[in-house]
């Protein structure tokens, strides 16, 4: 018999309303998580008392998504979510329920939900109830729709999204007729916001396995919202540098590089400029010249339609920029690239070209590792050093070169511009009388 320990204020809810003479179980992610031995982040609860009911019993309560049946209860800093069991309308937009009733069957809500291992409920007292075999699917490590796929996909085609990132962040298959039933509604994705996508994206490049992206492209998915990852896949790479075609390339940086949102869109997004950029010469060698530039364009374009953040959008667009820059290791150089991205985009760089290279062939790798270890150790030698590497850090400001004499203007800044090559170059010289004396027009 399976045994879910559930925290005090979830567990204070669920005594609540049975108390109260009401039914309520814990449902869906968190009872899948409890499961697999994973800590849920949420804890969510259905019941068959009413909303009003359910405001009534606690102190606290929001009305989140009441019109569905939802009210967020607060149990002192901790929020859950307590959903009237119900049954959806139809579904014309293929987002929304037409319209939702009430229901005081447990079995009929269970029914609506998408997935057979989201659809299991757990009450301390009753113990688990699986009606559609989500624990046998958990052990078989499979993603399997509820009843008839087609009908849990066209009420939602967000969920055509959910079972590919689902089975990245479980590492699990998707059983044959639900992964069928993808690629004939993925066209419906249209119709859905580009928040929602987004956030579902999110969640699958974070995954433990962002290379099953793939799976999107397998499923029809890539065609609708990011129609040049399937011409990735088509664009071969013959160059002493690479193994594989632009797609698979990026899915193993993906899978390569660390777990952090901002590095796993650089790998997805980073050679996308491959596909417009490609040459082949006379020898039957591919060029992709140009491409970083190309790809970064392309990115904050992605990026803004699906409604991605201004900060996340800099520095996806900044370290794909750079990403290709190859350069001998000496301590200016590096302090070039420093002062470029800045300290905080700088190590993220170092991770990215690492990765990148992780997907390239044993010729790369070995001109890589000429370059690479001597990029770690400038690095840590300008940071214990202090080394200025920005305008900022210069000993002399634009008010000192004003005072001096010079009007505001491009040609004050492109004085401090050239003080700030010198002193990367040699931050020994970075003094206000040396800097005065050496850059300041001659009387």
Not at 316 to 327: A, G, K, P, Q
Request: negative net charge; charged residues 25%.
């Amino acid at each position: 018999m399976i045994s879910i320990t559930i925290p005090n204020r979830a567990a204070t809810v669920l005594r609540v309303l049975h108390e109260a003479g009401y039914e309520a179980y814990a449902v869906g992610g968190c009872v899948r998580d409890s499961i697999l031995g994973r800590r849920p982040n949420d804890w969510d609860i259905t019941t068959n008392a009413m909303p009003r009911q359910i405001k009534a019993l606690f102190r606290r309560t929001v009305d989140t998504g009441i019109e569905h049946g939802t009210v967020t209860v607060m149990i002192g800093p901790e929020s859950f979510e307590v959903t009237t069991y119900r049954i959806d309308g139809d579904y014309s937009d293929s987002r929304h329920p037409d319209s939702v009733s009430f229901t005081t069957s447990l079995a009929e809500d269970l029914r609506r939900r998408d997935f057979t291992v989201n659809a299991m409920a757990y009450e301390p007292h009753g113990g688990l109830v699986d009606l559609f075999g989500g624990v046998k699917d958990l052990r078989d490590g499979v993603i399997r729709a509820v009843g008839e796929p087609a009908e849990r996909f066209d009420e939602d085609a967000l969920r055509i999204m959910r079972a590919v990132r689902f089975s990245a962040q479980l590492g699990f298959s998707i059983e044959e007729k639900t992964a069928a039933a993808l690629h004939r509604f993925a066209p419906k994705l249209e119709f859905i916001s580009r928040e929602r996508i987004r956030d579902e994206l999110c969640k699958l490049l974070v995954s433990p396995h962002p290379e099953y992206f793939l799976r999107l492209s397998e499923a029809g998915i890539t065609a609708v919202i990011m129609p040049v990852f399937d011409r990735m896949l088509e664009t071969e790479q013959h160059t002493p540098f690479h193994l594989y075609d632009v797609g698979h390339h990026t899915l193993k940086v993906m899978e390569s590089v660390e777990n952090d949102l901002v590095l796993r869109l650089c790998a997805l997004l980073h050679d996308v400029g491959k596909v417009e950029a490609k040459k082949t010469d006379a020898a039957g060698r591919d060029h992709f010249k140009g491409h970083p530039a190309i790809s970064a364009r392309f990115a904050e374009s992605f990026l803004r339609e699906y409604r991605f953040d201004n900060e996340t959008i800099r520095k996806v667009v900044r370290l794909i920029e750079v990403h290709d820059m190859r350069f001998p290791p000496s301590l200016p150089n590096v302090r070039r690239m420093l002062s470029r991205l800045g300290p905080e985009l700088f190590p993220l760089y170092l991770k990215l070209i690492k990765a990148d290279n992780a997907g390239q062939s044993a010729y790369a790798a070995e001109e890589f590792m000429q370059r690479y270890p001597g990029m770690l150790a400038a690095y840590d030698e300008i940071r214990a050093a202090g080394d200025p590497l920005s305008l900022k850090d210069l000993a002399v400001s634009g008010n000192d070169l004003i005072a001096a004499g010079l009007k505001p203007g491009k040609e004050l800044g492109a004085l401090l511009a050239a003080m700030l090559e010198d002193v990367l170059e040699t931050p020994s010289h970075n003094q206000k009388d040396y800097l005065l004396e050496h850059y300041l027009p001659k009387q």
